[in-house]
């Protein structure tokens, strides 16, 4: 009844369609968003059908011996709509299995969508990998306020953004991510590392996505003090990328932007996700970082890696 294949370049619209009605896909799982750095990765996806038709897809690349759920990705795994079933994801796993055998592969890393980016329970597949001896490997925590439920800033966060609001900030949508990328850029090199996207690919993916990949701003007198860029998946929203320059932390201008975020532009929204806080694989958790985001009221989830061996 089901049956798993290649994805081919062709399924592309297919594709998006699924994960746009699927239980736990969102934009990073749409071809437009994956392929933006197609060079970079050996696809080998698949397409799980019923009868022909569509009903899960499964976003991987492959580097020797080991899939990926996908490398690109934050997360992945399988992106399945309500016509999978436990019994059925139980099967498909199998058959996932046995395709990848026959391609010589002996390891795949699943890195499971968290809970809150599903629209409807999707832990199935969560399920089949403990059925199949599958390891957790890697365990990173992240940070999210649930906007729907009683949450408080910190009083010290609170006293920074009332002292903010009162020094002449104002807070913007920005059109082009250059200046934005600019001061990312610098922040990020003072810890020797770099933002994972180009600007150039930055402004493909907005282009992409206009309504989905949104940039604010915290200026004055119109200098970038902070940015937010924000992954807006719908009922969650997502911080993929924070900074603020030296003058932006003296007048605390990121913790306004956040609180203007938070308590209004998506006031209305389930979640509000800052992101992770941990390196090294998860094994050293940024204890400044976490308590930063903490302060606006935040909490954890984690995303978790598991290794499964064929």
């Not at 990073?28 to 009868?51: K, W």
């Amino acid at each position: 009844m089901y049956s798993v294949r290649p994805y081919a370049t062709a399924d592309a619209p297919a594709w998006d369609a699924l994960v746009e009605r699927s239980r736990n896909g969102n934009l990073l799982h749409r071809r437009g968003y994956m392929d933006y750095h197609a060079d970079r990765f050996v696809d080998r996806s698949l397409v799980v059908e019923r009868h022909g038709e569509p009903v899960a897809v499964f976003p991987a690349n492959i580097e020797g011996r080991v899939v990926t759920s996908h490398g690109g990705l934050t997360y992945a795994g399988l992106i399945s709509t309500q016509a999978m079933h436990a019994a059925s994801t139980l099967a498909v796993f199998g058959q996932i299995a046995d395709h990848y055998r026959a391609l010589g592969v002996e390891r795949v890393i699943y890195k499971a969508v968290p809970h809150i980016f599903h629209a409807y329970p999707a832990e199935e597949d969560l399920y089949a990998l403990h059925r199949l001896g599958a390891q957790l490997r890697r365990r990173d925590l992240s940070s999210v306020i649930a906007l729907r439920e009683a949450f408080h800033f910190t009083s010290n966060r609170q006293r920074s953004v009332n002292k903010a609001r009162e020094s002449g900030i104002g807070l913007q949508a920005g059109n082009d991510p250059a200046d934005f990328h600019a001061l990312l850029s610098a922040v990020l090199r003072r810890h020797d590392t770099r933002p994972t996207h180009s600007l150039a690919e930055l402004r493909l993916l907005q282009a992409r996505f206009p309504q989905h990949l949104v940039l604010h701003e915290a200026r004055r007198e119109g200098l970038l003090l902070a940015g937010a860029l924000v992954y807006d998946f719908g009922r969650v929203v997502h911080t993929q990328y924070l900074a603020a320059s030296e003058e932006g932390r003296r007048m605390n201008a990121l913790s306004l932007l956040l609180a203007e975020l938070i308590g209004g532009v998506y006031a209305d929204r389930g979640y509000f996700s800052f992101g992770i806080s941990t390196e090294q694989d998860g094994w050293v958790l940024n204890g400044g970082l976490v308590a930063h985001k903490e302060r606006f009221g935040a909490r954890a989830i984690v995303h978790d890696f598991y290794e499964w061996t064929l």
